[in-house]
């Protein structure tokens, strides 16, 4: 809205010269961070009433692991609230009209959609386990995917153009290492899963998955900032990509909302994302490392996403199903160190900092080419 | 009921079965026979849980062969020391079977043989020197000659949850100056859980040798209950003021003492 204000009414040779501070992308990214951080410390405390008076509190299931009981009746669904906050801010501050802005939101109502969708069932049921079935929520997932890649490889609609559009880049490398053409649709379906479940499974302790999310965005942040700009990309050798720099102030209002949340979500809880912020946060994440063409530093950002993934899937497939036992204590890995006598504040404190480590290697995958 | 048990020959037939066991009990052992037969070890370990919670007695020897089958998949082994420790009889050929369990290459299949040890036998049954071998190896006999134990040097088993298990096993089947070494060796492990555990059997088994009553007490008082597992208080110290309390009454329950020990298989936030 204020980029629209700016474009309208700005004029040189009056007060309204001072509107030229809406054109550029730091002065947005810092307001809309600001802006989102305030929306979520403002709404928070009545969403959190709000969701407890309708009873939309978290109906925890028994891991083997975890003393769900003594969390249970926490409000949940408060991916609302980072939603508001991010989309909210977003839609003051981004040029709205930009594809790579709106694209993003999109994932984010859509997941949002479907999480909360998912959470509604677990809270009517009364059941951590009665949500949407794995299927529905993979075909959403999927629809998604494929409703992307055809916006982003159809040269008419794709912000990017055609050419950098199905390639693949890989960090380390200067140029595209295949042009897969039509088979990245593939790519871009199966990363879009990927990333919104591997937020959710990480989502499990007070505090744990929030912040990774909000380094993550700050990584893809410092990149859509870098791409976006003929200089600084063609210095660093990355396509350069007209209008991606727009990214970097949905990415602060994210990384605004997501501070926000973890001001009522730090141990012990006053809320818990839900899947409704889980897979939203994954989903806006994975579009926007797709649209920017990150996918890999995406899995480098969030690698504490993938352990998590990792740890759940090797326990879940490997072990479980094909060996009949355990790999980890238990997973995903969270629950492992819980189990081995470490406290939940502790470790995710210790996830964080391993989720700093990982963007810190993000970041600097950008100058190492 | 064919029908039924058709229908059970896969998994999900199986854990449907297993939810809403048949009425009789004639129908549940021919559901657990044709469960104990199937080629899936998923079906199996369905088979070995419904043994468990109908208490169908007349498996129990065959519950003995699969703990010790080494081809057997870890999961069921484990299940299948639980539902001994559980329902089974404090006879030779369970000890025994057990016992070898005890050396299970997998760690859950060793931590469940060593608690159903601690539910079926007595310490007349002299099952304590496995336990002392699983901790410390075949030398378990020096180690705990020595005048000074450093846990860390010594111990043989890497899985904290064994090491806990067995400690709480010892409490309960341990004898004489022995025990008493290897669970005030215990005492110092890295890991507070083992700590936990080594401290609570530490009074189990002090309760019942009076002779070490009084040591015990100072070890238990000496314990480094500083921990990483901080809920809103440490647990190990929740631990400590129990048994402190309990120790210092001069005539601490029995019971009161075992309920003092977490479930270290089911979450360590259960007390026993």
């Given at each position: 809205m204020f980029h629209l204000i700016y474009r309208l009414f700005y004029d040189p040779d009056n007060i309204l010269r001072l509107l030229r501070l809406f054109r550029y992308i730091s002065v947005r990214s810092i307001g809309a961070g600001i802006t989102a951080f305030l929306v979520c410390l403002i709404v928070g405390p009545r969403l959190i009433r709000r969701l407890k008076r309708v009873g939309a509190v978290d109906q925890a299931w028994d891991y083997g692991v975890l003393d769900v009981t003594a969390k249970r009746g926490t409000p949940t669904m408060g991916g609302i609230l980072?939603?508001?906050?991010?989309?909210?801010?977003?839609?003051?501050?981004?040029?709205?009209?930009?594809?790579?802005?709106?694209?993003?939101?999109?994932?984010?109502?859509?997941?949002?959609?479907?999480?909360?969708?998912?959470?509604?069932?677990?809270?009517?049921?009364?059941?951590?386990?009665?949500?949407?079935?794995?299927?529905?929520?993979?075909?959403?997932?999927?629809?998604?995917?494929?409703a992307i890649a055809g916006i982003y490889l159809i040269p008419d609609l794709s912000p990017v153009s055609h050419k950098i559009a199905g390639s693949l880049y890989l960090p380390f490398v200067k140029f595209p290492v295949l042009e897969l053409g039509l088979a990245y649709v593939f790519i871009i379906v199966i990363f879009t899963v990927m990333s919104s479940n591997c937020v959710n499974i990480t989502d499990g302790m007070d505090g744990l998955a929030i912040v990774p999310a909000v380094l993550t965005a700050l990584v893809l942040g410092i990149f859509a900032y870098v791409l976006g700009r003929e200089d600084y990309s063609a210095y660093l050798h990355y396509a350069y990509l007209p209008g991606a720099g727009e990214l970097t102030v949905l990415c602060s209002a994210l990384l605004g909302a997501g501070v926000g949340f973890l001001w009522f979500n730090a141990y012990p809880a006053s809320i818990f994302m839900g899947d409704a912020g889980s897979l939203a946060l994954g989903g806006m994440l994975g579009t926007m490392a797709i649209l920017i063409k990150q996918e890999v530093v995406f899995f480098i950002a969030g690698g504490v996403f993938v352990m998590e993934a990792a740890s759940s899937f090797i326990q879940d497939y490997i072990g479980l199903r094909l060996l009949g036992r355990r790999i980890f204590y238990r997973a995903p890995l969270h629950f492992s160190f819980l189990h081995r006598g470490t406290g939940e504040s502790k470790i995710a404190v210790r996830f964080w900092i391993i989720a700093a480590v990982f963007a810190a290697g993000a970041v600097a995958t950008m100058k190492l080419r | 009921m064919l029908s039924r048990l058709r229908r059970a020959s896969g998994y999900s037939k199986a854990k449907s079965l297993l939810d809403n066991p048949p009425k009789s009990r004639e129908e549940t052992t021919k559901a657990a026979e044709s469960m104990l037969a199937s080629r899936k070890w998923q079906v199996r370990n369905v088979g070995v849980k419904l043994i468990g919670k109908a208490a169908l007695e007349e498996f129990l020897p065959r519950l003995r062969g699969m703990v010790t089958d080494r081809r057997e998949a870890g999961i069921i082994k484990r299940n299948a020391a639980e539902v001994l420790g559980a329902r089974g009889r404090r006879d030779s050929e369970t000890v025994r079977a057990l016992v070898a369990a005890l050396r299970d290459p997998y760690w859950e299949v060793r931590s469940q043989s060593a608690l159903a040890l601690w539910h079926l036998c007595r310490p007349e049954d002299g099952v304590d020197e496995p336990l002392y071998e699983l901790l410390f190896g075949s030398k378990h006999s020096e180690v705990l000659g020595r005048p000074v134990i450093y846990v860390d040097e010594y111990l043989r088993e890497k899985s904290f949850e064994v090491r806990g298990c067995a400690a709480q096993a010892l409490g309960g089947v341990g004898r004489g100056e022995r025990a008493f070494r290897a669970l005030v060796a215990l005492t110092t492990d890295d890991k507070w859980l083992v700590r936990n555990q080594a401290a609570v059997a530490l009074a189990e088994f002090a309760a019942r040798e009076r002779e070490f009553y009084r040591s015990a007490l100072g070890w238990v008082e000496r314990l480094d209950v500083v921990c990483d597992g901080s809920i809103s208080i440490f647990p190990i110290r929740e631990s400590v003021n129990h048994l402190t309390s309990l120790l210092r009454s001069g005539e601490p329950d029995q019971a009161q003492i075992r309920g003092l020990y977490l479930q270290l298989m089911a979450g360590w936030h259960r007390r026993g």
């Open positions: 980072i939603l508001i906050g991010a989309l909210g801010s977003g839609l003051l501050w981004c040029n709205v009209a930009n594809e790579f802005v709106w694209l993003c939101m999109l994932a984010g109502l859509w997941f949002g959609l479907l999480g909360s969708l998912d959470d509604l069932l677990k809270i009517r049921r009364a059941s951590g386990v009665k949500g949407l079935s794995r299927g529905v929520k993979y075909l959403a997932q999927i629809m998604f995917g494929i | -």
